[in-house]
Each structure stands twice: as structure tokens, then as C-alpha cells.
């Protein structure tokens, strides 16, 4: 009995977005989780969609592994929700791996939607490619390494151009993942936690580079 109300706590917690509510519960009681993965079969679209905004914020703070993660979502779409479903997909933007695998397919759809739009700014103010994931990689890395360059010596270290390179680090600093401090740029913890995801990755599906 304990067990079942519990589990309509939580669900009601997510389905209303409050997500920081249902976290502390999970993380208080670790078992909890396999009700999250649960709710991602249920009919409810928004209660799926508020299941990856827990899951995203697990699996930053190291609670959730890469690999359990990718095994988890894959089998969570079907064709009717598939384009609702990938809309939820803006929650793991700090998250490059999300994409790989079967989940790219989302990134796909999303990207066909994003076709008819006009406007190629607005179409790339999210990472959703692989050479965007390399291109912040690179940025941080660069920044990481030394913490006292200029902006024009970041885009030089990064071998980028200067449309690209602006469009890069106005994303990182507008989600603060670095922060600027006397005209050079440090890394946040945020944005630390994020390339050491990134290096997880790459070792994860390229381990002999």
C-alpha cells in the first residue's frame, strides 16, 4: 500500500513539473527510479515529456550511467508520439550522447520540422548535430586548457571562424557553461561537468582514439 502511494506521489509531482519535488525523492530512495522508467510507457505524452526532465537531471548529477540511460529511451517511442516526444528532446541539449544510437532518430524528425523555417539563426541555437557536439567540445577544451585567452584567441586555438565561433560561446554563455571574467573566459562547473560527459562519451563510442 505504501509502495502504490509512493508511486501516484510521484507521478502526480512529475505530471504537474514539479520536478525538483520528485528528485529529492528519487535520490532520498534510489529504488524510485523504476517507477520514472515505468512512466515512460504510459499514455500520458506529458507526463512523458516531464520523465525526461527527471531523468536529464539524474543523469547530470551522476545518479543515472550513459549506457542504462541510451537502453532505457530506446524503446520508449512509438509511432503515434514520436514528434511530440522529440520536442522533449530541448531537456537533454547539455547531454551530446542523447543523440546517438536510436535516438538520433528524434533529432531527425526534428530536424525535417526544422526545414521550413527560414530563418538560419533560429534553426541552430541548439547543439543538435554531431558537429556542433565537436565544435562546443572543442571550445571548452581550448578554455579548459587555458583559462587566461581573449575571445579572438579562443576562436583561433578552436580553428573556427568568427560567425561560428560568436554563435558558440553566445550559447555557452547564455546557458552558463562558461562565464566571463576580465575580458577572458573560465569554465563553470556546469560547464565542467558538461566536457567531462562529453570526454565519457567519446571514450564510450571511440575507445581506441
Known amino acids: 500500500m505504501e509502495c502504490i502511494l509512493k508511486r501516484e506521489k510521484i507521478k502526480e509531482l512529475i505530471k504537474n513539473g514539479k520536478i525538483d519535488n520528485a528528485l529529492q525523492i528519487i535520490e532520498e530512495d534510489p ?11 504510459c499514455n500520458d505524452n506529458q507526463l512523458k515529456i516531464n520523465c525526461l526532465a527527471v531523468l536529464r537531471n539524474l543523469y547530470l548529477k551522476g545518479k543515472i550511467q550513459i549506457t542504462t540511460l541510451i537502453e532505457r ?10 514528434e511530440i516526444i522529440s520536442d522533449a528532446f530541448l531537456f537533454f541539449k ?17 530536424s525535417k520540422k526544422e526545414d521550413d ?8 541555437d541548439l547543439p543538435n548535430t554531431k558537429r556542433d557536439k565537436i565544435i562546443i567540445f572543442d571550445i571548452l577544451k581550448v578554455i579548459e586548457k587555458n583559462e587566461e585567452l581573449k575571445k579572438t584567441q579562443i576562436m583561433y586555438a578552436a580553428n573556427l571562424d568568427w560567425k561560428t565561433f560568436n554563435r558558440y560561446i553566445t550559447y555557452l554563455l547564455n546557458n552558463k557553461f562558461i ?24 571514450e564510450l563510442i571511440y575507445p581506441d582514439k
Open 94 to 110: 547539455e547531454i551530446s550522447e542523447v543523440y546517438e544510437e536510436e535516438i538520433l532518430k528524434m533529432e531527425e524528425l526534428k
Open 73 to 82: 529511451l530506446e524503446n520508449v517511442f512509438s509511432e503515434n508520439d514520436k
Open 117 to 124: 523555417c527560414n530563418n538560419e539563426e533560429d534553426r541552430n
Open 31 to 41: 529504488s524510485s527510479l523504476e517507477e520514472i522508467y515505468s512512466f515512460l510507457h
Open 179 to 202: 562565464k566571463k571574467t576580465d575580458g577572458t573566459y573560465i569554465l563553470t562547473p556546469k560547464g565542467k561537468l558538461l566536457l567531462g560527459k562529453i570526454r565519457e562519451v567519446f
